[in-house]
């Protein structure tokens, strides 16, 4: 008999309609196993148990009276602590916000409540989304559940260790530059990246917003699926959002026309300058994706060598882009309108000290590393030296995508890390090695196109490959997905 923290989407559906359980029952089962597991995972910074339950009950309520059940009705569903519920508290991962509650709903979180879901808690991330091991959380660090010794990617962390480890039938995160993807590959699920704009970031709070997209992480690429069609769509409160006409869908028959690029860059990656740490792949991972595409020849797909030249480039433009946006997002945290509410002594006058005391103690170290970064490129002198030059890469970056897919190519393979799951601490006092982990998923957030990461292997430390598809094609890259998981069942 499956355990109930390995159910998927589509198992909890069976079970309510079949009354194998019934919501209520399964949303308690859920914060008892969390309750005895996040002790030693650190997944979760706050739970919501008065509300999961009273939507549980109404899901047990409805269906007894007949009525029909939403896609995710009473699917337990975890939150990154990044994105606004009313009345509870959103912190980010930061201080700062320790003490601050949401006013209201972010779209997406509307969207799973009006479907019935059943929201577990918040989850753990790097402080404000800015990380790649969800170690720069200022409420400690996640551990990976498939080895405690080492991160589980960030930021968003702790969506994944509680999808991993069973304290979430699935989860929603957060991607910047691979923050989705890579905890997804480091913990053995899969996480969608969805193409910029076609999930609405209402309510999220802004890291970089020109690069920011909320997305789901989940068991199967069917979870994924079934999560992205909720949360899909045009939000009058999002002006970035949009629908598109129909969503491309990928069939059997179609997969011996389908050409994947492999790009070269992807397999050897660089980045200019004198870095020690250039993002060659770890043996274990090359092997792990020389089997993946071994087993997606089987379903007579073709596969052809393609180049991304500028590739090398998207690191350190990512990491001018980012931390300029991060500047400016991250102003109005600044203990007046939003802040943590700190007792004084008295002699606080002005303007400096409410500053000293709010976002001087109120952000961690690397939170203030990416203000200082961003402050300065943006500054006068600079502006044109910096954050223009990187804008004008970044169209090259794009342009790149768009003449590789002009070529006859559908979608794209890569790995999503270089490397295995590293050891907590391994990389704490190295920010340039601990910025490399993403090294091969932040050309999409650039580009703006879909992308999603899948476990590339059964066994050992977890390894995750990408589809990276056209704009709008996330149709294609879940039918895919699922194809594979169908033959990765068989191996």
């Not at 899948?454 to 294609?476: C, S, T």
Request: net charge neutral.
């Amino acid at each position: 008999m499956t355990r109930l923290q390995d159910l998927t989407i589509t198992d909890v559906r069976r079970g309510l309609l079949e009354r194998e359980f019934s919501a209520f029952e399964l949303a308690k089962y859920f914060f008892d196993y969390i309750a005895k597991r996040d002790k030693e995972i650190g997944a979760y910074l706050s739970l919501s148990k008065d509300e999961a339950f009273q939507q549980a009950s109404k899901i047990d309520v409805h269906l007894a009276e007949g009525g029909e059940l939403e896609p995710l009705a009473g699917v337990p569903i975890a939150l990154k602590d990044n994105l606004l519920t009313e009345g509870e508290i959103c912190t980010a991962g930061s201080k700062i916000l320790e003490n601050h509650i949401s006013s209201y709903d972010a779209s997406v979180v509307e969207k799973l409540k009006k479907q019935g879901a059943v929201i577990l808690g918040k989850t753990n991330l790097d402080e404000f989304a800015m990380g790649s091991s969800t170690e720069n959380s200022a409420f400690g660090p996640t551990k990976n559940p498939r080895d405690q010794e080492r991160v589980p990617g960030g930021s968003s962390g702790g969506s994944a260790a509680a999808v991993a480890d069973g304290m979430a039938v699935a989860a929603l995160g957060s991607d910047t530059g691979g923050s989705i993807r890579q905890p997804a590959g480091f913990c053995g699920v899969v996480g969608l990246k969805p193409t910029y704009g076609r999930v609405s970031r209402f309510g999220l709070m802004a890291m970089a917003s020109s690069l920011d997209q909320i997305g789901p992480l989940a068991k199967t690429v069917e979870d994924a699926e079934i999560l992205f069609n909720v949360l899909k769509g045009k939000d009058k409160y999002d002006s970035t959002s949009f629908d598109i006409e129909r969503e491309s869908e990928l069939k059997f028959e179609d997969l011996s026309g389908l050409t994947i690029g492999l790009p070269k860059e992807y397999f050897n990656p660089e980045i200019p300058g004198e870095i020690r740490d250039k993002g060659e792949l770890e043996p274990e991972v090359k092997k792990a994706i020389e089997e993946t595409v071994a087993a997606l020849k089987t379903l007579k797909i073709n596969f052809k060598e393609v180049s991304l030249p500028h590739t090398k480039y998207a690191l350190p433009c990512y990491y001018i882009i980012m931390p300029a946006e991060v500047s400016t997002n991250l102003s109005r945290f600044d203990g007046i309108r939003y802040g943590r509410e700190k007792a004084t002594d008295g002699r606080r006058q002005g303007l400096r000290d409410i500053y000293f005391d709010t976002r001087g103690k109120g952000f961690g170290e690397e939170a203030k590393r990416r203000i200082i970064l961003g402050t300065f490129v943006l500054s006068s002198g600079y502006y044109d030296a910096y954050y223009k030059k990187a804008q004008k890469v970044r169209r090259l970056i794009k342009k790149d995508f768009e003449n590789v897919f002009a070529s006859g190519v559908d979608m794209l393979f890569a790995p999503t890390s270089p490397t295995l799951p590293f050891k907590l601490g391994e990389r704490t006092d190295d920010p340039i090695s601990m910025y490399m982990a993403d090294i091969l998923t932040i050309p999409a957030n650039l580009a703006g196109v879909p992308a999603i990461s899948i476990p590339a292997r059964k066994a050992g430390l977890p390894v995750g490959f990408q589809l990276i598809g056209k704009w709008n094609d996330e149709g294609r890259l879940l039918g895919l997905g699922k194809f594979y998981e169908r033959v990765h069942e068989t191996l």
